[in-house]
């Protein structure tokens, strides 16, 4: 494939559509940045040995527009030595650097639009480059945040988040013992001093008897 079509399919190509069809975006992308960036070099050199070859032909022109001044000039000075057979032959060899010279002005011509066509190619290839590079640093995002939403889902999935909802329901039930057995002791208490009064009222209502007891018989006595 040459650099030309290459260059076009680069180019032209739907980035996202091979990304989505790619089983690992990633590397996918990875891959497509390499090859557009050895197509970027690739192009340079042409460019580059393009401007080079532009140079040479603008020398070669300028040497031969200068040499068929300088026939024209030697067949003006024979006819006007009356030699025109020298004049004859002055012009025979500015005609054939004229040719030339017409040659050399059409490859320039054709190197010229070539080195444009390179200049503009350069440019749109640094451009979707830019732009895959941009995409590239979104699919990384994109992986990273999505790998940290897996692990931490994966982490409150595991039995280690039940253990500890299994431990803290245990210091739950013992909180609830500790605070069971503070009541029954409020309870206890609450019962003594009860029985206590009961027992007093008991032990009062003896004591009336005997009194009552200790009356009548005195008044029996008397």
């Known amino acids: 494939m040459g650099i030309f079509s290459r260059f076009a399919d680069i180019v032209n190509s739907n980035i996202s559509s091979l990304l989505d069809k790619a089983e690992d975006?990633?590397?996918?992308?990875?891959?497509?940045?390499?090859?557009?960036?050895?197509?970027?070099?690739?192009?340079r050199t042409h460019s580059a040995k393009a401007l080079a070859d532009n140079k040479e032909l603008v020398?070669?022109?300028?040497?031969?527009?200068?040499?068929?001044?300088?026939?024209?000039?030697?067949?003006?000075?024979?006819?006007?030595?009356?030699?025109?057979?020298?004049?004859?032959a002055a012009l025979i060899e500015k005609q054939k650097l004229e040719e030339q010279l017409k040659h050399l002005r059409t490859e320039k011509t054709l190197l010229d639009e070539s080195i444009e066509k390179l200049s503009s190619e350069v440019t749109k290839l640094e451009t979707k480059i830019t732009e895959t590079r941009a995409k590239q640093q979104s699919i990384v995002m994109r992986k990273q945040t999505a790998t940290h939403r897996r692990d931490i889902k994966k982490q409150l999935h595991t039995g280690k988040t039940e253990e500890a909802m299994s431990k803290f329901a245990q210091y739950e039930r013992k909180i609830d013992e500790l605070e069971a057995e503070a009541d029954s002791y409020d309870l206890g208490n609450k019962g003594k001093d009860l029985n206590q009064e009961f027992a007093e009222l008991q032990a009062d209502d003896e004591i009336e008897k005997e009194l009552a007891k200790l009356k009548k018989s005195l008044q029996d006595s008397h």
């Open 25 to 43: 975006p990633e590397k996918m992308i990875r891959l497509i940045i390499q090859e557009m960036e050895d197509t970027l070099v690739e192009v």
């Open 59 to 88: 020398r070669r022109i300028e040497f031969l527009e200068e040499h068929i001044h300088e026939w024209q000039a030697k067949a003006s000075l024979a006819i006007q030595k009356q030699r025109e057979d020298l004049a004859r």
